[in-house]
T-cell receptor, first 114, second 113 residues
Framework: DTAVSQTPKYLVTQMGNDKSIKCEQN?????MYWYKQDSKKFLKIMFS???????INETVPNRFSPKSPDKAHLNLHINSLELGDSAVYFC?????????????FGPGTRLTVL | GNSVTQMEGPVTLSEEAFLTINCTYT??????LFWYVQYPGEGLQLLLK?????DKGSNKGFEATYRKETTSFHLEKGSVQVSDSAVYFC????????????FGKGTHLIIQP
């Protein structure tokens, strides 16, 4: 059973399009995250949600809109895609526990904007 | 703010060599510290962690000790294998229920047979 899953694994699209990436976790965790990994492998947090409530929004353009229909799902919708959005996007989840616990990562979605 | 600094590499070693990847951090308070590994084409897997000063995390022959006095969490392995070739990320988490991880830039490790 996959703990954190993302779809699609690869996404190739044209500039200006709107696309979504879906994430689901079956670990029963309360908190979910989106990270962006750029071409140099640098990872940076974009958003975190706790029990469907937005907690962190790290200076991400408002073209990016996370949506959490329930605490097991955190989807990422991106409007008006730009070349600079090309990256690998990782979803993650963690249990509560004042930061002691690790985060569990999905396999990533490689987004290529042409 | 919080930050993590690690050697970027690539680091190239021969099989059975001793490995050290340095990691230092800047944070207020007492963060938890982590090493994650990313194999080619895959997501991130937790390698080991330490949640308080002097804790030693260990897994698969890798070790790292939380040194508050030097704000370091260096990763070591006594004898590396070709299968250890991957990108290794040092990370910290400050605390609070929904805090994200702050990552270093990653160290690409290449082990040659």
């Amino acid at each position: 059973d996959t703990a954190v899953s993302q779809t699609p694994k690869y996404l190739v699209t044209q500039m200006g399009n709107d696309k979504s990436i879906k994430c689901e976790q079956n670990l029963g965790h309360d908190t979910m995250y989106w990270y962006k990994q750029d071409s140099k492998k640098f990872l940076k947090i974009m958003f975190s949600y706790n029990n469907k409530e937005l907690i962190i929004n790290e200076t991400v353009p408002n073209r990016f809109s996370p949506k959490s229909p329930d605490k097991a799902h955190l989807n990422l919708h991106i409007n008006s895609l730009e070349l600079g959005d090309s990256a690998v996007y990782f979803c993650a989840s963690s249990p509560p526990g004042q930061g002691r616990h690790e985060q569990f990562f999905g396999p990533g979605t490689r987004l290529t904007v042409l | 703010g919080n930050s993590v600094t690690q050697m970027e590499g690539p680091v190239t070693l021969s099989e059975e060599a001793f490995l050290t990847i340095n990691c230092t951090y800047t944070a207020t308070g007492y963060p938890s510290l982590f090493w994650y590994v990313q194999y080619p084409g895959e997501g991130l897997q937790l390698l080991l962690k330490a949640t308080k000063a002097d804790d030693k995390g260990s897994n698969k022959g890798f070790e790292a000790t939380y040194r508050k006095e030097t704000t370091s969490f260096h990763l070591e392995k006594g004898s590396v294998q070709v299968s250890d070739s991957a990108v290794y990320f040092c990370a910290l988490r400050k605390g609070g229920g929904a805090d994200g991880l702050t990552f270093g830039k990653g160290t690409h490790l290449i082990i040659q047979p």
